[in-house]
DNA sequence: CTCCATTTCGACCGTGAAAGTCAAGATGGG
DNA sequence: CCCATCTTGACTTTCACGGTCGAAATGGAG
């Protein structure tokens, strides 16, 4: 039930981009100092990004990569099924592709499955990366805090 | 986000063990053709499972395997973590033994992940075995249907 | 046109865990 | 005593993960 480290590197990535916010393209070796992440690592997971259509990129000098989409329109979760493949505790109850089991339809665990598999969808396609930012400047605020009356 | 297929296994042969629901134990064998698991495999799962006190073993001939606890009070979840460890997207927010990562306090996704696992852990956590199988027999119900006026 | 910073592409690789397998011994019932 | 069964622990094999690396293509600036 773990996300591969490649993942959250790219999650983080657009993260980065999201927060950037500009038409000027962000350097692949800004990213990785931002996020932590390796940088050649980070130029193999950014060129997969581009082919699912997530960032677009501008090459030569002050070139760079840029959201193909704004951050309202991308969801953690599609993310992370282009990434890591399709989120499901078993492969039998994959929305996008459903492996037939041994137990074809009398598989005592195949509604117990899909309600995981529900559980977690509920949360990663309802949250965007903008969600997400907002929810961070709230707690940023929370925490210099005492500005209210 | 996938349990290993060592993990299913041990549920389905705790499940296995909850149908039978008897004194005399179920040998290894039988468990293992009722859920198809590798004979040799499963040995080496109950034998983790017996370490984590869900079955109890009893050797020689007619010996076999019991369990420890009625299925109302086993959940999935405790199974789930006993085999495959913490239940996290990321170690991050392990609610056991939680794992500081690079950005300490201030990382962007802490809040999301606590979700996903929150989500994850509702489901698994308040599913028993006992569940599982009152499911189950509800289902067959429906499957041979009619018989309500 | 030339130089340099940057992306791009594909090959490469070491490690560790997953998924089993196997042999030999301990144990208990008949 | 004999046989069926659990017990233990070592062993193997395969493969995905988590990266690295070198060289080429590209675009902007001077």
Redesign the interface.
Known sequence: ???SSKC?YA??AI?ALSEHASAEPLKIAEIAERQ?IPVRFLEVILGQLKGGGFVRSRRGAEGGYTLARPPEQIT?GEV?RYV?GP?????CVSQSRPKEC??HGHC??F??WG??RQ??S???DR?TFAD??R??SL?HREYVGDWTI
């Open positions: 039930m773990a996300v959250y999650l983080r993260y932590q953690i992370m890591d989120i499901a505790p078993v492969d041994d137990f005592h665990f509604g117990f309600r995981v559980a977690i509920d949360v990663v949250t997400l930012m929810e961070n707690k």
